[in-house]
């Protein structure tokens, strides 16, 4: 095992990362840029050094800042978090190039799923059901003609990302041109590479994803489906395991074709269609610990070590977990991003409740970064008591002085249509403005 680990990264999931590596009696050294000097990650960590000014382009994304903090303090390995540079093969072939180990997949893997276009071909070689449409990047006139084939609505999507970064819906041959031309600007801004693919849109669909380890050896762990369908602007809200949606004949199926996280497009007659593959850990991947048990950050540390998994097949798993994030954002301003100072701050407590943030009374939410404050967790013996639990810690959780997703949460639980657990991809879009009123 490792001796001394950099965390490359901020935020919730650097605070997540230091525990996870003082827990194996790890050594932490963290970065950090000017504006998080005073953040929660700097005074946890055994050592903290200084990458560059406010914007992530001159700190967290500096490749070269980032491996000359981690070779002067002597780290073995970085684990990147989620995010930044997490999925950059660059990152990895210059930490294989400095003798430092990556927490993550080889920079030939990160490439190959790291190209949606090329990772839904390999998917297709390996049977793996996928979305109707292009099978690469397209211009515009190629994307018309298969548009028309495909009949409206469809997604455009970036070749190179993912996040709802360069994605548009279109629904008519009006509205294609103006939505190529945004969405390719926006690909091009986030990633570097304005190339769009085209999907049919699938609709009403659910975001279904399968939790998966493997390790240097060639064993897989399966950890069974995340739920991800409450989003806005195709970025998750709410999430929970195992998913309402799913049948017990589909989720075998989902797990068995899939040996990162795999991503899917579920319909209402079960047939699911691969979206993607990240090749990291993602933002919701407590619910999946807290239905089996098995921390993921301990055991990507692990398996970077050359360890093998302990155990293989599908994860056995119990009980029913939800993830809320809670978001420094305005709902009733189209989700708008809110820094500011958080003047109180008021953790939920109690059984089966789990709670992963960096912030703290008296902590300013700068403007440079990702909304997210932190994620309530919460596990119960099923779903409508874990409904219940996390309502209750909802309740109790207090942040003042900035607008948060913490009241809209709560309308989306207390709706028929999560309860049901009849609910898609689209939920917000239909009833958000609704939900973002009563919330206020």
């Known amino acids: 095992m490792f001796s001394r680990v950099l965390v490359a990264n901020r935020g919730e999931i650097a605070v997540r990362v230091i525990r996870a590596l003082h827990e194996l ?69 210059a930490c294989e190039d400095n003798s430092i180990v990556f927490v993550g997949p080889t920079a030939d893997v990160m490439a190959r799923m790291g190209d949606k276009v090329q990772a839904k071909g390999e998917m297709a070689q390996a049977g793996v059901p996928l979305v109707p449409g292009s099978s690469g990047a397209v211009e515009l006139a190629e994307a018309r003609s298969l548009a028309a084939e495909l009949d409206y609505p469809i997604l455009l999507k970036a070749a190179a990302g993912g996040g709802g970064k360069g994605m548009r819906i279109v629904d008519g041959e009006a509205d294609l041109e103006g939505d190529f031309q945004t969405a390719a600007a926006e690909a091009e801004a986030a990633f570097g590479d304005p190339s769009l693919y085209v999907e049919k849109l699938v609709r009403p669909a659910r975001h279904v994803e399968i939790q998966v380890l493997a390790d240097a050896h060639g064993d897989v762990l399966t950890l069974g489906e995340r ?47 691969f979206i993607e593959l990240n090749a990291r850990l993602q933002v919701e991947h407590p619910v999946s610990e807290l239905v089996t048990g098995i921390d993921l950050v301990r055991e990507q540390l692990r398996i970077a070590a050359g360890e093998s998994l302990t155990a293989t097949g599908r994860a056995p798993r119990r009980g029913h977990a939800i993830e809320v994030r809670i978001n420094a954002e305005d709902p009733a301003r189209n989700f708008a991003p809110a820094p500011g100072l958080v003047k109180e701050f008021r953790p939920p407590l109690g059984p089966g409740i789990r709670l992963d943030t960096f912030v703290e009374a008296g902590y300013t939410v700068p403007p440079f970064y990702d909304s ?53 991809t689209s939920f917000l879009e239909e009833s958000g403005t609704r939900l973002a009123v009563a919330a206020e």
């Open 25 to 93: 009696e790890i050594e932490a050294v963290a970065i950090y840029s000017t504006a998080d000097r005073e953040s929660m990650h700097v005074r946890l960590a055994d050592r903290a050094v200084a990458v560059g000014p406010a914007p992530a382009s001159q700190s967290y994304l500096n490749i070269p800042s980032v491996i000359a903090a981690a070779a002067t303090t002597g780290c073995e390995a970085i684990h990147p978090g989620y995010g930044f540079l997490a999925e950059n093969p660059a990152f990895v072939a």
């Open 227 to 273: 739920e991800c369908s409450i989003q806005r602007r195709h970025q998750k809200l709410i999430e929970e395991s195992p998913s309402p949606g799913v049948t017990s004949q589909t989720r075998e199926a989902m797990e068995t074709r899939n040996a990162g996280t795999f991503e899917f497009l579920l319909g209402p007659d079960q047939r699911f269609y």
């Open 372 to 424: 997210l404050l932190g994620k309530l967790v919460v596990w119960d013996e099923d779903r409508p008591a874990a409904i219940s639990r996390t309502l209750r810690a909802l309740g109790e959780l207090s942040v003042t002085g900035i607008p948060t997703t913490r009241e809209l949460a709560i309308q989306v639980l207390r709706s028929e249509q999560f309860a049901s657990g009849r609910y898609s």
